[in-house]
């Protein structure tokens, strides 16, 4: 099982929504090049991550995701785009890539440890997007910010604590120095990055951060309850990834 940097791999099913996973960036703008042949109405770019269309640093995977949607809106101007952002992926996220210590009962934050950052399972991604393709297409919005659960690192240690994973020691790094060091040796995987912006509340998708357009999916009443933190801790006994041996990229 890959970390937080894998994204999920759809393929398209239905003939008026087009979606489609990491299968490369040069293949993703070949479908894009050909979807003006086709009968597609609805659009979702591969997003499914992080609202990076408001960082304040360059990084070549999300670049070539901004690429693309500038693409987007010179080659398909009549096809209405949806780009979805989701935080972290929950299932992948609470490991040492990002600073959760689990073998050793440590997390470490960059910056504020009470800074809350929002975490969507892959299968609410799955059908959240589903019932968006399900929506009348003027109902669909440009831009939708989903989050699963949102939580701070302190909060996150409280529930895996209760859920088997026992005290669990919450510290922090000071953030601009992390920051300058991140960007100063530039790395192609993104999770350096991704520990500076949960620290910078750029992952908060509740209601009073970026806010989330979760009760669009929840409206007709199929979509259940989203999975949690909790749900985690108690699938994991509040030790996810705590077998985990992980060495940064850089």
Not at 2 to 26: F, N
């Amino acid at each position: 099982m890959s970390v937080s940097i894998r994204r999920k791999r759809t393929t398209c099913a239905k003939d008026s929504v087009a979606r489609i996973g990491p299968s490369g960036h040069a293949f993703k703008e070949q479908l894009l090049r050909a979807l003006p042949n086709t009968n597609v109405k609805l659009y979702f770019p591969s997003e499914f991550g992080v609202n990076h269309y408001i960082h304040d640093f360059k990084h070549e995977e999300w670049d070539a995701k901004k690429h693309h949607y500038e693409l987007t809106t010179q080659l398909i101007p009549n096809i209405k785009v949806c780009r979805v952002y989701v935080g972290l992926f929950l299932e992948d996220s609470i490991g040492p890539w990002f600073g959760f210590f689990t073998k050793q009962r440590k997390y470490e934050a960059v910056g504020d440890p009470t800074k809350r950052c929002s975490y969507t399972s892959i299968f609410d991604v799955g059908k959240a997007v589903a019932i968006l393709a399900s929506l009348p297409i003027a109902n669909v919005p440009s831009e939708v910010h989903l989050s699963g659960d949102t939580k701070s690192f302190a909060e996150i240690a409280q529930v895996m604590g209760k859920a088997g994973g026992g005290p669990i020691e919450v510290s922090s790094i000071e953030m601009a120095q992390y920051k300058q060091d991140v960007l100063s040796k530039p790395s192609p995987t993104p999770e350096r990055y991704l520990r500076f912006l949960m620290g910078e509340g750029k992952i908060d998708h509740s209601e009073t951060g970026l806010g989330n357009a979760n009760q669009l999916v929840e409206a007709d009443g199929t979509f259940g309850a989203w999975m949690s933190l909790e749900d985690l801790a108690k699938a994991t006994h509040g030790m996810p990834w705590g077998d985990t041996d992980w060495q940064p990229s850089v």
